[in-house]
């Protein structure tokens, strides 16, 4: 069965500094893997997806992720935070070729002024 | 481009009463997902369909859940009877099948 684990709940930085997003997976096939952002009060917007061809995957707002299959992570990083940047962020698998998401528990994102 | 449509987009109802969400998905986009969020649980897919046909609902909680899609624009998760646990956020998401899920904007419930 898939699984995503998410490296910390919250994690806060400051604003101009690196956002480091942790994100492992667990898939018995090729994963398709996706980042969501969550802003208050609002549904998912897709910030990326890695589906099998460049292994670094460059999204919105500045953000990519790297895929790593040695050591199954998908972690998200942007160079530079911004306060607009403050949300909650979701790793998810799915089979490749198929539609079923499998989301992480979130990481909620706080940037310091 | 409107996306995807959900309504109320608020519903607070006691034990025991019927509650309809609904959704209607981008224009054009074959696959349907409901989706629950809780604190405890996170995101969960309860149901999805592909050109209006149910193809898997191992996700429903129970059979006071359903879930119908009468036709490519409009989609009904229904709970009757609702109980407090059933309190959460649900989101409809759509897309083109095997493509990207677009989120709408979700239904928060709360069952008293």
């Known amino acids: 069965a898939q699984s995503v684990t998410q490296l910390g709940s919250h994690v806060s930085v400051s604003e101009g500094a690196l956002v480091l997003l942790r994100c492992n997976y667990s898939?018995?096939?090729?994963?398709?893997l996706f980042w969501y952002v969550q802003y208050p009060n609002q549904g998912l917007q897709l910030l990326l997806k890695?589906?099998?061809?460049?292994?670094l995957v460059k999204g919105i707002n500045g953000f990519e992720a790297e895929f790593k299959k040695s050591e199954t992570s998908f972690h998200l990083t942007k160079p530079s935070a911004h306060m607009s940047d403050a949300a909650e962020y979701f790793c998810?698998?799915?089979?490749?070729?198929?539609?079923?998401?499998?989301f992480g528990q979130g990481t909620r994102l706080t940037i310091n002024p | 481009d409107a996306g995807v449509i959900q309504s109320p987009r608020h519903e607070v109802t006691e034990m025991g009463q019927e509650v309809t969400l609904r959704c209607k998905p981008i224009?054009?986009?074959?696959?349907l997902f409901w989706y629950r969020q809780t604190m405890m649980r996170g995101l969960e897919l309860l149901i999805y369909?592909?050109?209006?046909?149910?193809?898997?609902d191992s996700g429903m909680p129970e059979d006071r859940f359903s879930a119908k899609m009468p036709n490519a624009s409009f989609s009904t998760l229904k709970i009757q009877p609702s109980e407090p646990r059933d309190s959460a956020v649900y989101f409809c998401?759509?897309?083109?099948?095997?493509?990207?899920?677009?989120f709408g904007p979700g239904t928060r419930l709360t069952v008293l």
């Open positions: 998401a759509s897309s083109f099948i095997l493509d990207t899920q677009y």
């Open positions: 898939s018995s096939v090729p994963p398709y």
């Open positions: 890695y589906t099998s061809a460049a292994t």
């Open positions: 998810a698998v799915s089979e490749e070729g198929a539609q079923k998401l499998v």
């Open positions: 224009s054009g986009h074959n696959s």
């Open positions: 369909f592909n050109n209006n046909v149910p193809i898997d």
